[in-house]
Structures are given as structure tokens and as C-alpha cells.
């Protein structure tokens, strides 16, 4: 806790000083890039791995990177997502797995039949990603270790981004093309950041693939890397 203390002081001496004029002009609004979703994982740094600044991205994080269908009550994520088309113009929404997932740990275990008592609330929480569970049941049975764990991130990004779809403010602004998806991944080992290419069915490590591609994602398919 200390060292978050520190941090704070730095912050207010140097760190806003060197960017004031950037925080001078996010007080009066904020007028995002992007709405990315992705992992409550310590290690995802989003303005980090993006090298974005304060005032670039609006972003909603929990365990697995979920979104929980239209109608689920106290859904917060769709609000967030609600509120970034509607009252910030957003164009982009971005869901952004990651390799080594906790949360999908949870799921491929649960998929084993090997599900834990010892967090119930988290239990419940990864309820959103009974699709997903199913898809490595399915699917990925060949897998073992943590290669069963990435391909089921994956699988969970396209099946988040279907729940995403189930927002009428999402599903009208699709339908004109006013708005985008996109699929994530960010390999923890390497830093690098792959993208769903639907054309494929394959992540896509970026430079290899247009930023415009993502926009009809389907998880009709399985994914790669």
C-alpha cells in the first residue's frame, strides 16, 4: 500500500504537471476512441498495451472480460456500452481476452467437471460463459494445460462479442454500420496483440490484419493463433 501512496504523490508533482494541458482539456468532456472491454487482471494495463492516453479509451473491466446478455438484471457492462454509443459517439467496441485467464481456468476446469466451491460469487459471475464452456467441451478436448485455457479466451471473445450484439442500441447502429466490433487477444508472454479476422477464422497478430476486419464476427468457427 505504500507504494501506491507514493505513486499518488508522484502523480500530483510531476505526472499531472506533465500532462496538464492534456487534463485541462479532458475536464470540460471526454470524447473516447473506443470502448474496450477487457480482463480485471492486474497484469492488463489497457493504456499500457495500446500507448494510449487519458481521455482515449472508456473502459469496462471484470473477471473474464463478460458481457452478460440484454435483459440480465443490474448489468453494468451494457450500460457502460450503452452509454459509450449513445451519449459518446463511439464507433469502436473492442472485447480484449488474454492468455494465462484466471477466469477461463475457472471455465475449463468447470467444463472437466472439476468445479470449486471456494468461490461462489465468481462461480455464478462465469455463469455468462456457459457458451464457452461448452465450445471447449466440444472442441478442445485434444487440448491440455494452458493451450486449453488460451483457446477457450478465445472462444470466449467471440462469444462476448455475440452477447454484445443482444443491445438494441448495438444491434440498430450494426445494422446502419455506425458502429464496429472487434475481437482481442493480448498474448501476456510476448505483449503482442492478435485480432480476429472472421474472413479466416483466425486471430490475427496486428500489422498482419486491417484494423476494419472484425466488424461481422461469428462464432460459427473455431479460432487460432
Same mark, same amino acid.
Given at each position: 500500500?505504500?507504494?501506491?501512496?507514493?505513486?499518488?504523490?508522484?502523480?500530483? @508533482?510531476?505526472?499531472?504537471?506533465?500532462?496538464?494541458?492534456?487534463?485541462?482539456?479532458?475536464?470540460?468532456?471526454?470524447?473516447?476512441?473506443?470502448?474496450?472491454i477487457t480482463c480485471a487482471d492486474s497484469r492488463i494495463?489497457?493504456?499500457?498495451?495500446?500507448?494510449?492516453?487519458?481521455?482515449q479509451l472508456f473502459i469496462v473491466r471484470n473477471v473474464g472480460?463478460?458481457?452478460?446478455?440484454?435483459?440480465?438484471?443490474?448489468?453494468g457492462e451494457l450500460a457502460a456500452v450503452?452509454?459509450?454509443?449513445?451519449?459518446?459517439?463511439?464507433q469502436d467496441l473492442i472485447v480484449c481476452g488474454h492468455t494465462r485467464c484466471g477466469a477461463m481456468q475457472a471455465v475449463v476446469d468447470s467444463a472437466a467437471g472439476e468445479d470449486s466451491g471456494r468461490l461462489p460469487s465468481v462461480q455464478n459471475?462465469?455463469?455468462?460463459?456457459?457458451?464457452t464452456r461448452e465450445i471447449v467441451r466440444a472442441h478442445y478436448g485434444h487440448l491440455k494445460g494452458v493451450a486449453?485455457?488460451?483457446?477457450?479466451?478465445?472462444?470466449?471473445?467471440?462469444?462476448?462479442?455475440? @452477447?454484445?450484439?443482444?443491445?438494441?442500441?448495438?444491434?440498430a447502429n450494426l445494422s446502419s454500420g455506425r458502429i464496429r466490433l472487434h475481437a482481442w487477444m493480448y498474448?501476456?508472454?510476448?505483449?503482442?496483440?492478435?485480432?480476429?479476422?472472421?474472413e479466416t477464422g483466425q486471430f490475427v497478430k496486428f500489422g498482419d490484419v486491417s484494423v476494419q476486419s472484425g466488424s461481422r464476427v461469428s462464432t460459427g468457427g473455431r479460432t487460432g493463433r
Open positions: 500500500m505504500q507504494q501506491l501512496v507514493q505513486g499518488i504523490h508522484h502523480f500530483q @508533482h510531476v505526472g499531472f504537471r506533465e500532462r496538464e494541458q492534456l487534463f485541462r482539456r479532458l475536464k470540460s468532456g471526454q470524447q473516447p476512441e473506443a470502448c474496450l494495463v489497457p493504456n499500457l498495451i495500446t500507448n494510449s492516453e487519458p481521455g472480460n463478460l458481457v452478460p446478455c440484454y435483459g440480465t438484471s443490474n448489468n450503452e452509454y459509450a454509443v449513445t451519449a459518446l459517439g463511439i459471475w462465469l455463469r455468462h460463459a456457459d457458451a486449453r485455457v488460451n483457446a477457450a479466451a478465445e472462444e470466449n471473445v467471440l462469444v462476448q462479442l455475440e @452477447h454484445l450484439r443482444t443491445l438494441p442500441v448495438v444491434a498474448k501476456m508472454d510476448t505483449g503482442e496483440i492478435f485480432q480476429y479476422e472472421a
